[in-house]
Every structure is written in structure tokens, then in C-alpha cells.
């Protein structure tokens, strides 16, 4: 059990994550992505009479119970396969935060920003708030996330998800070196 | 067999009753289990990424990436039927300019929340459940992205 407890190695959640495409093709014909189940939620429970919410979400809702899991996988690896260790942070990443105002380094989140209290403070609502929103809005418009485009789809040899994919990095790219320094300003 | 679908569209031609969907929830579990025990669901690992200061990432993804590649193709090349005995079905998908825009926009989001949508969930299932807000917030990202579809570029 306590190697399932350390954190994994990359090289074996590549693989897992990996393998999760052809099952999920396997078992019911169907492409992996995650994003999506945004979009089953507003047509599920918000009114619209946007097209684009039109359409028969309960053909779908194989989506919802997959996310469903995850959640019920999170709460297993948070309890049964809990690290005892505190987090290790990369030292050239771990003093930059630090730098830029980044207190708690012991988790998986900085705990100073990613909680209720931190939800209040102005870096907090805007990383948590409009970090979401982002989340939300770019992957439908781009039509898929990392795993709808950089793994499905790339893996299907489309290019518009490595032009996705590219964009994606360059986004984050792009706010981690000039946006979130601004940020932990205000 | 190809045709146009969206990510994760159901391609499934029988129908499937709720205890058929239970087997999602069995591959979400392992899946979620997965993402958090990598740590891919850490605003940190996300950091380090864009920081280049890790190969973590890169790992993860780029090893993801070849294995599904070889097992599509082999799916392809050997003609795998599903379980129920289907052919299964590869989502083409057509470049529209949204593929950069809303990919510049998600990039952005995901530096910010550290979280791409799988490991939302799985950081609220970790007992981080601020992520609820982030989650919510997303929801309505894209409820704004769908009343305002027909006005964007594509």
C-alpha cells in the first residue's frame, strides 16, 4: 500500500490516463473528454433557449457519471491513499510563488488562496472565479480540453487539437509569466 | 466509419439503461484516482509546468498521448468491434478559429485555477471544495459561451 500512497510517478499515470481512450471506446463507444459535462449540466439544469443547449443530454449523461467518478475517485486517493508527506514542489517554482506572495506550500493547492477564506481575498476570487470561467467559456469554444483535444484528439491525428493543444500552453504560457504577477499585486 | 461529433459525444447506437452507465462511474473512479495521486491536479504541478521547472507534466501528458495514439491505432488496424459489438467511432474535427481563441482563453484559465475540468472534480472529491465555486463558475462559462455562440468567430 505505500507506494499507492507516495505520489506516482509520471510515467504510470501517462500510461493510465492513456489507456483510459480505448477503454472508454471499448466499453460504449466513447470519445474521451471532460469538458463536455459542462455543457450536459446547462442543458440539464439551466433554462436556455439557445440552440446550442438543445439536444438530448440524457444520451449523453454516460458523461455525467464518468465525472461523477472522478469525484468518487478523489475522495478514495484523499483517504484510503492519502500522502502522508507534505507536497514536494520543484525549488526554482517553489521560490518564484514564494516571491510573488504564495504562503502555503504543504498541499496539493496553496491553501492560502484555494479556499474559502482565500475565495474572498481579490487574487483569490479572480484565480478561482475568473480562472473558471476561462475554463469554461475556452474549452467549449475551442471545443475540447486536454483530454477531449491534446489526448483524444491528437491521438486521431487531428490538427485542429494540436492547434488547440498549442494554444492552450501558449495561454498559460502567457498568464503564469505576465498576468499572475499583476495579480498577487492587488 | 468517421463523422462529425463533439468531445465525448455518446456514439453509441444501443441504448443504455442506468445500470449500463454504472460502468462510467467504475472508469471515473479509476481515472480520478489516477489524477490525483499523479498530483496533475495541483495548482503547483500546473506552476511548475509553465515555469519549466518540472518534467512532470510533460510526462504525464506526452506518455498519454503515445499510448493512446497506439492503442487508436490498433483499434483502427485490427478493426475492434465494443463491447456490444459496434464499430467504433473516431471524431473528426474540423478547424474553426475557435480552436485558437477558446484554446488561448482556456490556457489562460488553466494558469489561473491550476485545473483543467477532470481534475475539478477530483479536487473537490479531495476535500478542496472551493473548487465547488471553480466548477460553478465553469458551468457558467460555458452557458455564456452557448448564448453567445452565433455571435463569435468560428
Given at each position: ?30 470519445p ?124 486521431n ?30 | 466509419?468517421?463523422?462529425?461529433v ?84 473516431f471524431s473528426e474535427r ?61
Open positions: 500500500m505505500d507506494f499507492l500512497r507516495q505520489p506516482w510517478h509520471w510515467s504510470i499515470a501517462g500510461v493510465l490516463i492513456g489507456l483510459t481512450v480505448p477503454i472508454l471506446y471499448l466499453i460504449g463507444n466513447k474521451f473528454g471532460i469538458s463536455s459535462s459542462f455543457k450536459h449540466i446547462c442543458a440539464a439544469c439551466l433554462p436556455s433557449k439557445a440552440p446550442f443547449f438543445d439536444y438530448d443530454w440524457k444520451k449523453e449523461s454516460w458523461n455525467l457519471f464518468f465525472v461523477f467518478g472522478i469525484f468518487l475517485g478523489g475522495v478514495v486517493a484523499a483517504t484510503l491513499l492519502a500522502n502522508p508527506e507534505p507536497m514536494k514542489i520543484a525549488i526554482s517554482t517553489h521560490d518564484q510563488l514564494a516571491n510573488l506572495g504564495v504562503t502555503q506550500f504543504s498541499q496539493l493547492e496553496p491553501t492560502d488562496i484555494f479556499s474559502f477564506s482565500g475565495l474572498l481575498t481579490v487574487k483569490g476570487f479572480i484565480l478561482i472565479v475568473a480562472g473558471g470561467f476561462l475554463v469554461g467559456f475556452g474549452t467549449r469554444y475551442a471545443g475540447g480540453c486536454t483530454s477531449g483535444h491534446s489526448i483524444t484528439g491528437i491521438s491525428f487531428q490538427i485542429s487539437s494540436v492547434v488547440a493543444t498549442i494554444c492552450f500552453m501558449a495561454g498559460g504560457f502567457f498568464v503564469t509569466w505576465l498576468i499572475l504577477p499583476l495579480i498577487f499585486k492587488l | 466509419m468517421e463523422k462529425i463533439e468531445e465525448g459525444q455518446n456514439n453509441q447506437t444501443r441504448i443504455e439503461t442506468a445500470a449500463a452507465n454504472f460502468k462510467y462511474v467504475l472508469v471515473g473512479v479509476f481515472f480520478g484516482i489516477v489524477f490525483v495521486k499523479s498530483e496533475v491536479v495541483s495548482w503547483f504541478r500546473i506552476q511548475e509546468m509553465f515555469r519549466l521547472s518540472s518534467f512532470h507534466m510533460y510526462g504525464v501528458i506526452g506518455t498519454a498521448v503515445v499510448v493512446a495514439t497506439i492503442s487508436t491505432l490498433i483499434i483502427k488496424k485490427f478493426k475492434i468491434k465494443t463491447l456490444q459489438g459496434e464499430e467504433v467511432v474540423p478547424f474553426h478559429k475557435g480552436n485558437i481563441i477558446g484554446g488561448l482563453m482556456f490556457g489562460f484559465g488553466w494558469a489561473l485555477t491550476g485545473a483543467c475540468p477532470g481534475p475539478m472534480y477530483g479536487l473537490i472529491g479531495s476535500g478542496f471544495f472551493v473548487f465547488i465555486v471553480a466548477l460553478a463558475s465553469a458551468i457558467l462559462g460555458t452557458y455564456a459561451y452557448g448564448i453567445l455562440k452565433d455571435k463569435l468567430p468560428h
